[in-house]
Each structure stands twice: as structure tokens, then as C-alpha cells.
């Protein structure tokens, strides 16, 4: 069974950093790729940044480019996002999702998905 576990989140002033975490369990973590959405109040879950395997192609939400870092640990079956340089705008759920089957990077459809960590960035 896949387990998708998040951590890092929390709040955090305008102009601010945080870095996610997400362990996976149960899935072939080092084959597939990986990365974060997010889901404010009232809005669509959106892609925020994805990864391949070895992290040589990703790919970025446009309002996070040059803001946000993915990263991944294989040796740890984990994925990081840094998130740096904090927005009121960034607040949201982030959830990490693992490529269940094909499909575009930025679909909800296909993965997996886990729990969910709260970021806030107040002003």
C-alpha cells in the first residue's frame, strides 16, 4: 500500500522559508516521479513543482519559479520542497503526489496523494 507522509509545514511571515518533506513507503519511489501541489480555501488543487526520478527535469508552477526548489533523496524515499522568499498567496494545503500512472505533470488525475501539511504566510 502506498503511503505518502508530509511534514514541514506551519506559519510563517511574508518574505519567509520553509522546506516540506515527504517520506514514501510502499511504492517504487526511485522509478516514478514525484512532487507538491497545493489547495487554498475555495480554489482548485493546483500543480506547484514535480520531479523525475533523479531530479534532472522539473518543472514549476509559473508563481513559484525561482521561489521553490524541489528536490529528492532517493537513498531516503523522500521529496523536499524548499520554499523560500514566502507569499500571502502561497498559503495553502500542500499535498505531495507520486505519478500513480502517465498523464501531465500538473493533473490531479492518476496519483497518489498524500495528507496534506498547512502552510500559512501571514503579511
Known amino acids: 500500500q502506498v503511503q505518502l507522509v508530509e511534514s514541514g509545514g506551519g506559519s510563517v511571515q511574508a518574505g519567509g522559508s520553509l522546506r516540506l518533506s515527504c517520506a514514501a513507503s510502499g511504492y517504487t519511489y526511485s522509478s516514478n516521479w514525484m512532487g507538491w501541489f497545493r489547495q487554498a480555501p475555495g480554489k482548485e488543487r493546483e500543480g506547484v513543482a514535480y520531479s523525475n526520478p533523479d531530479s534532472s527535469i522539473t518543472y514549476y508552477a509559473d508563481s513559484v519559479k525561482g521561489r521553490f526548489t524541489i528536490s529528492r533523496d532517493n537513498a531516503k524515499n523522500t521529496v523536499y520542497l524548499q520554499m523560500n522568499s514566502l507569499k500571502p498567496e502561497d498559503t495553502a494545503m500542500y499535498y505531495c503526489?507520486?505519478?500513480?500512472?502517465?498523464?501531465?505533470?500538473?493533473?490531479?488525475?492518476?496519483?497518489?496523494w498524500g495528507q496534506g501539511t498547512q502552510v500559512t504566510v501571514s503579511s
Open positions: 503526489a507520486a505519478n500513480r500512472y502517465g498523464g501531465p505533470w500538473y493533473s490531479t488525475r492518476n496519483k497518489y
